[in-house]
């Protein structure tokens, strides 16, 4: 029943129905714990459909991943044109420490770095140690990778990253695209 309400929970927000649904979502929370551990599904689909404001709340439930939630709250104050709120909450992300952090949030982590310009580098510098230091990484990281390399204007490395990645996710057939 959880799955079924969160299946028309997205169909809704494709459809542009915020309140249906949030009352649908309701529902597969009610339904199915995993949904309540894995809120950030719902808010991240939200955001992708250009309702950041919906998002807000169900971003301050996921309480139990702080560099997540930091990110996508930062997020959905950029794209509400909220840029000091924004840059707020992106700095408050940078803030904790990945060490002591239980939750596999790497690509937030990195993303922050990117949203905030990355002028150090620090964004761009961890996934080139990931890449270096890993003997197998996935499309994702080397995706990573490229977009740091784009927003520090180095564009011929930024392409070849994409492509290596492009090739990896075709190879693994997780689609055309």
Do not use: C
């Not at 922050?112 to 990931?130: A, F, P, Q, W």
């Not at 784009?150 to 564009?155: E, K, N």
């Amino acid at each position: 029943h959880g799955y079924i309400a969160d299946l028309r929970a997205d169909l809704a927000i494709q459809q542009g129905n915020g309140d249906e649904a949030e009352a649908y979502y309701a529902v597969a929370l009610e339904k199915d714990p995993l949904y309540k551990q894995n809120i950030h599904l719902f808010y991240m689909r939200l955001l992708q459909h250009g309702q950041p404001e919906r998002a807000l709340p169900y971003i301050q439930r996921d309480q139990q991943h702080p560099i997540r939630a930091g990110f996508w709250r930062g997020v959905a104050h950029y794209r509400l044109e909220q840029q000091e709120d924004a840059e707020r909450e992106w700095q408050k992300v940078l803030k904790i420490d990945p060490k002591q952090s239980q939750e596999p949030s790497f690509s937030e982590l990195i993303l922050t770095h990117y949203y905030l310009g990355d002028k150090e580098r620090i964004g761009l510098s961890n996934v080139l140690r990931v890449i270096q230091e890993s003997r197998r990484y996935d499309w994702q990281t080397l995706f990573l990778a490229g977009l740091g390399w784009a927003i520090q204007g180095r564009l011929d490395n930024a392409e070849a990253n994409f492509q290596i990645a492009v090739n990896q996710r075709r190879m693994a057939g997780q689609g055309k695209l």
